[in-house]
C-alpha cells in the first residue's frame, strides 16, 4: 500500500503543536499532501512520516526532510503557490556527492563555502551531534559548522575533514569570516525615547553574524556590555547597556520576540543574552508562586550596582 493510500485512509494528520498558530489543520494537511507526492514522483522510498518530518532512503542513505522552516515559510505565502514552493524547497535538498567529495578533498576550495549555523536546543538532528563540528557560543543553542553550496547547507561531520588537516578552531574562524555581511540588514531605533536597539535581519546568516560582535557590531556594545535576542536564524536585537533598566527593556520586548519566534523560519530560542568580556551569557529564568520571570545574571547585576 502506497503512503498517499495511508494517507486517505487516515484522513490526514493531526496539526503538531509546533505549528499551532502558523497553519490550520488542513493547511498543514495540505503541505504534507503535496511533500509526499513530490517524493513519490521522485521515487523517493518513504520510510516514516512524523510530527513535522519526513524520512526517506536515497541511494542507499536515509534522509530526514524536516518541515518546520518549509511550514513557516508558506504561511506567508497564497495558497495557489504552494505546489511550487514546496517543490523548490525540496529540490533544493539534493545532495550532490561527487561535489562534496571533491570539496573535502581540496580544503583551499573549499574553505571560501565554510559558514556557521546557529540552531536552538530543540532542533532535531538526523545523528548524534557528537559526530558534527559544533560548538555552544549562545548557552542552550549550538553552532553548527557548515559548507554552503549550491543553495544548500551540508552540516560538517568531524569524519569528513580529516584531510583537511585544519583545526576546528582554525575552520569557525574562516567560516565566522566568510558570512556574507552584505546580506545583514542593520537598523537602529530609539523605543520610547529611552531604549537604544540595533536590530539585524538576514534572511539565514543574522544569528551567525553577531557572533562576531566585537568586530562587526561594537556600536551595539554599551559600557556594561550588550543585551541580546536571537529568536530566529535571521533576526537578532541588540541593545548597548548603559544603565539598569534592562529587565524594563525586556518585558517591552518579549511579545515581539514571541512572535519572531513563533512565527519565522529557523527559530533558535527566547532567551535574553549578555555580552561581556567576550562571553555570552544567558539571562536566569526563575519561577515563583505568579509564574516564569526573567532576572539578570549575577555578574551584570554586580556590575550595574558598582557603577
Given at each position: 500500500?502506497?503512503?498517499?493510500?495511508i494517507?486517505?485512509?487516515?484522513?490526514?494528520?493531526d496539526?503538531?503543536?509546533?505549528?499551532?498558530g502558523?497553519v490550520?489543520?488542513?493547511q498543514?494537511?495540505?503541505?504534507?499532501?503535496?511533500a509526499?507526492?513530490y517524493?513519490?514522483?521522485?521515487?523517493?522510498?518513504?520510510?516514516?512520516?512524523?510530527?513535522g518530518?519526513?524520512?526517506?532512503?536515497?541511494n542507499g542513505?536515509?534522509e530526514?526532510?524536516?518541515?518546520?522552516?518549509?511550514?513557516r515559510?508558506l504561511?506567508?505565502?497564497?495558497?495557489?503557490?504552494?505546489?511550487?514552493?514546496?517543490?523548490e524547497?525540496?529540490?533544493k535538498?539534493?545532495?550532490?556527492?561527487a561535489a562534496?567529495?571533491?570539496?573535502?578533498?581540496?580544503?583551499s576550495?573549499?574553505?571560501?563555502f565554510?559558514r556557521v549555523l546557529?540552531?536552538g536546543?530543540?532542533?532535531n538532528f538526523?545523528?548524534?551531534?557528537s559526530?558534527?563540528?559544533?560548538?555552544v557560543?549562545?548557552p542552550?543553542?549550538?553552532?553548527?559548522l557548515?559548507?554552503?553550496f549550491e543553495?544548500?547547507?551540508?552540516y560538517i561531520?568531524k569524519?569528513?575533514?580529516?584531510?583537511?588537516?585544519?583545526s576546528e578552531?582554525?575552520l569557525?574562524e574562516?567560516?565566522?569570516?566568510?558570512?556574507?555581511?552584505?546580506?545583514?540588514?542593520?537598523?537602529?531605533?530609539?523605543?520610547n525615547?529611552?531604549?537604544?536597539l540595533?536590530?539585524?535581519?538576514?534572511g539565514?546568516y543574522?544569528a551567525?553574524?553577531?557572533?562576531?560582535i566585537?568586530?562587526?557590531?561594537?556600536?551595539?556594545?554599551g559600557?556594561y556590555?550588550?543585551?541580546?535576542?536571537?529568536p530566529?536564524k535571521?533576526?537578532?536585537?541588540?541593545?548597548?547597556?548603559?544603565?539598569?533598566?534592562?529587565?524594563?527593556?525586556?518585558?517591552?520586548?518579549?511579545?515581539?520576540?514571541?512572535?519572531?519566534?513563533n512565527?519565522d523560519?529557523?527559530?533558535?530560542?527566547?532567551?535574553?543574552?549578555?555580552?561581556?568580556?567576550?562571553?555570552?551569557?544567558?539571562?536566569?529564568?526563575g519561577?515563583?508562586?505568579?509564574?516564569?520571570?526573567?532576572?539578570?545574571?549575577?555578574n551584570?547585576?554586580?556590575l550595574?550596582?558598582k557603577?
Amino acid at each position: 500500500m502506497r503512503f498517499l493510500d495511508i494517507f486517505k485512509k487516515k484522513k490526514g494528520f493531526d496539526l503538531p503543536n509546533m505549528y499551532v498558530g502558523i497553519v490550520n489543520r488542513e493547511q498543514y494537511n495540505l503541505i504534507m499532501q503535496i511533500a509526499l507526492a513530490y517524493h513519490q514522483e521522485k521515487n523517493y522510498t518513504i520510510t516514516k512520516i512524523d510530527e513535522g518530518e519526513i524520512v526517506v532512503e536515497n541511494n542507499g542513505d536515509t534522509e530526514h526532510r524536516y518541515l518546520d522552516n518549509l511550514v513557516r515559510n508558506l504561511a506567508s505565502h497564497n495558497h495557489e503557490d504552494w505546489k511550487n514552493a514546496i517543490y523548490e524547497h525540496f529540490d533544493k535538498l539534493k545532495y550532490n556527492s561527487a561535489a562534496f567529495d571533491y570539496l573535502y578533498k581540496d580544503f583551499s576550495y573549499a574553505s571560501q563555502f565554510l559558514r556557521v549555523l546557529v540552531k536552538g536546543s530543540t532542533f532535531n538532528f538526523p545523528a548524534e551531534l557528537s559526530e558534527y563540528i559544533s560548538r555552544v557560543d549562545f548557552p542552550e543553542t549550538n553552532t553548527f559548522l557548515i559548507l554552503e553550496f549550491e543553495g544548500q547547507f551540508h552540516y560538517i561531520r568531524k569524519a569528513d575533514v580529516l584531510e583537511w588537516e585544519t583545526s576546528e578552531e582554525e575552520l569557525f574562524e574562516i567560516a565566522l569570516d566568510n558570512i556574507p555581511e552584505n546580506e545583514i540588514e542593520a537598523n537602529e531605533y530609539d523605543l520610547n525615547d529611552e531604549f537604544k536597539l540595533f536590530i539585524f535581519f538576514s534572511g539565514d546568516y543574522a544569528a551567525s553574524y553577531i557572533l562576531n560582535i566585537k568586530e562587526k557590531a561594537t556600536y551595539a556594545i554599551g559600557s556594561y556590555g550588550t543585551l541580546l535576542a536571537i529568536p530566529t536564524k535571521g533576526t537578532v536585537y541588540t541593545h548597548p547597556i548603559e544603565k539598569g533598566n534592562v529587565l524594563e527593556l525586556i518585558t517591552i520586548l518579549n511579545p515581539t520576540i514571541e512572535k519572531f519566534y513563533n512565527e519565522d523560519p529557523g527559530n533558535i530560542t527566547l532567551n535574553y543574552y549578555w555580552y561581556y568580556d567576550d562571553k555570552f551569557e544567558v539571562f536566569p529564568i526563575g519561577q515563583d508562586a505568579e509564574g516564569y520571570f526573567i532576572s539578570l545574571p549575577e555578574n551584570l547585576h554586580k556590575l550595574l550596582n558598582k557603577g
